[in-house]
């Protein structure tokens, strides 16, 4: 992956008919440094990269206010924001126009859209996340502490403000719930 740093808004305005990438991301915390060493492992392609402890007057322009966060843009529009850290496999397919389908490592089928509201100091947010990864299930963090739009979106869903709270194709689980999330997304139970 060839990266581009970004010092000013100008530097991403150039090639305004060319789709874009943009990396918004916090240099030194984990879920930034992960999403930055995932598109690290992308053989080709070129990913504008924003941090913003440096630059202030970029992330405005496209309505980011969670990192990391992709943003897809096309023609001078938001066409995508990828929320969160995601897998090199992700970003990749993104990146390439490949077919995003994801099947679940225990029984092959398609997996469905998993939405994880969380704030980085949720104890449960965090063994949700955990129990996710360990069983294979992809997702996007949404970070709602520093997102208050998608905490708005979190709580018109759900009519609820606590984290972690998890939309599964549009199924809302409030909590850590192993027995529901097993389930829905059929895991095996242990």
């Not at 759900?158 to 194709?169: A, C, K």
């Amino acid at each position: 992956m060839n990266f581009v740093e970004v010092k000013d808004y100008r530097d991403i305005e150039k090639d305004k008919d060319v789709k874009k990438f943009i990396l918004f991301y916090k240099k030194g915390t984990s879920n930034s440094e992960c999403a930055y060493n995932a598109l690290k492992e992308i053989e080709d392609g070129k990913i504008y990269v924003v941090d913003v402890n440096k630059v202030k007057n970029v992330h405005q322009h496209f309505g980011i206010n969670s990192v990391p966060s992709v943003v897809v843009v096309q023609n001078g529009k938001v066409e995508n924001i990828i929320k969160g850290c995601q897998t090199a496999g992700y970003y990749d397919q993104i990146i390439h126009d490949k077919k995003i389908v994801y099947t679940t490592s225990h029984t092959g089928t398609p997996q469905k859209r998993v939405l994880v509201y969380s704030t980085p100091s949720c104890p449960y947010c965090n063994k949700l996340k955990q129990y996710l990864t360990k069983h294979g299930i992809k997702f996007t963090d949404i970070n709602v502490a520093a997102d208050q739009q998608a905490a708005a979106e979190m709580v018109r869903k759900s009519g609820q403000r606590g984290v972690p709270q998890t939309d599964i194709n549009g199924q809302i689980i409030i909590g850590f719930d192993t027995a529901k999330l097993s389930r829905i997304l059929n895991i095996p139970t242990e």
